[in-house]
């Protein structure tokens, strides 16, 4: 592959066919469809900021030949008319700014220069020149302002991190968190106005048989001070690292961790693993699912409903010891409490301490569709499952 001679944002995009239905869930009835059936590694990209367009039409993707590579193609999907359109044939692994249903899709190539690609008329457009970000992957990029300002940043220097916004309009940045507990800060921009980012620190153990802390802050991107979320020691059970904003409610869902040897929540909060808080905040909210054990969350577009893939058994700890049972995925509402499993099992058997072989499930922006990651004969692939008419009425 070459690294420099990209082709012009004007070229032709080639499409092509690969979809093709996978069957119903037996208990849910929802309708499933497999979108990609290439040899090579597909995924969604991630869950907590949903990659999809306004319209709850398109939405885009990685696909990679291998996980060690820093190669991958960038694709859109859409779902009406079933095909897959080749955005980008090369750029960096799993860099990709975009806020939560919004129309812009920004990546960063491998000279340092800026594109993105609207997800509503697939129009490619030039935003910073060559070599105005470090190449991948000293540098990547993780999220966007939804009024298409602010791109956030991470760079790596040697054992620390920056997490940096950058503005597009004047090329400024503004330093929000340094440190080597930097090094996951999973930030998603808020969609409100002004924007807030959220993300985590990861605080080491400083003694033996202390344990390892996440923690959670919000901040503005210029100015101020962060402000931690009551999640963690001593509120909840350390978070799992997956979080999501609510909708613009300023509110925060996040997935703690559950004892998975003895399939339990918390002795702090036995009903179940989902909290959610706003800044300010004493404590968090439990949402009542004692049989689930959620990992990855994400929030419906309107912030009444979130979707979780279920881990209670079912254990991600890499290809030789984890522990592959069903994984449902299952989705509720904030308001009444209710949930349920809109799959059985998601198929997901790929599990080898990457993101990219994960379910990750999130909604689309018209909540039609719950899309996630599944690996039924070993290659991951991705997946769409349309919800029934009543599904979410019921959970009403």
Not at 284 to 292: C, S
Not at 300 to 310: I, L, T, W
């Amino acid at each position: 592959m070459s690294m420099h001679a990209y082709r012009p944002v004007d070229a032709d995009m080639p499409h092509l066919r690969e979809s093709a239905d996978w069957g119903t869930d037996p208990d849910s009835g929802a309708r499933i469809i497999r979108l990609t059936t290439s040899v090579a590694i597909s995924h969604n990209i991630y869950c907590e900021q949903p990659y999809g367009s306004p319209d709850g039409r398109r939405l885009i993707i990685f696909r990679t030949a291998d996980s060690l590579l820093p190669h991958c193609q960038l694709l859109i999907i859409d779902l009406e008319a079933r095909d897959t359109t080749l955005v980008e044939a090369d750029v960096p692994s799993e860099s990709v700014g975009h806020v939560s249903w919004g129309e812009w899709v920004y990546y960063p190539m491998h000279d340092g220069s800026l594109r993105r690609v609207s997800l509503m008329t697939l129009a490619r457009e030039e935003v910073l020149p060559v070599g105005s970000i470090p190449a991948f992957p000293a540098c990547w990029i993780d999220s966007i302002s939804s009024d298409d300002r602010y791109v956030i940043a991470i760079e790596s220097d040697g054992d620390s991190y920056v997490t940096s916004a950058i503005d597009l309009h004047s090329g400024d940045r503004h330093v929000l968190a340094d440190g080597p507990e930097n090094r996951n800060p999973h930030p998603q921009m808020s969609l409100d106005d002004p924007a807030r980012l959220l993300y985590q620190m990861i605080v080491e153990p400083k003694t033996t048989g202390e344990p390892l802390r996440v923690v959670l802050n919000v901040r503005d991107l210029v100015g101020g001070e962060p402000s931690r979320l009551p999640i963690g020691d001593p509120w909840t059970a350390e978070s799992s690292g997956h979080m999501a904003w609510i909708a613009n409610t300023g509110r925060v869902a996040c997935a703690v961790s559950f004892d998975r040897e003895n399939r339990c929540h918390d002795p702090r909060h036995p009903e179940g693993n989902l909290v959610y808080v706003a800044p300010g905040d004493e404590r968090p909210t439990v949402f009542p699912a004692p049989d689930f054990g959620f990992y990855h969350v994400s929030v419906s577009r309107c912030g009444r409903y979130f979707v979780c893939d279920d881990f209670m058994h079912f254990q991600a700890t890499g290809p030789v010891d984890g522990k592959l049972g069903p994984c449902p995925i299952v989705i509720g509402n904030f308001e009444t409490g209710k949930c349920k499993a809109l799959l059985r099992d998601c198929q997901n058997y790929g599990i080898a301490g990457y993101s990219r072989f994960e379910p990750n499930p999130y909604l689309t922006a018209d909540s039609r569709y719950v899309i996630y990651n599944a690996s039924p004969f070993g290659t991951m692939q991705v997946f769409a499952a349309e919800l029934p008419d009543d599904f979410l009425g019921d959970l009403d």
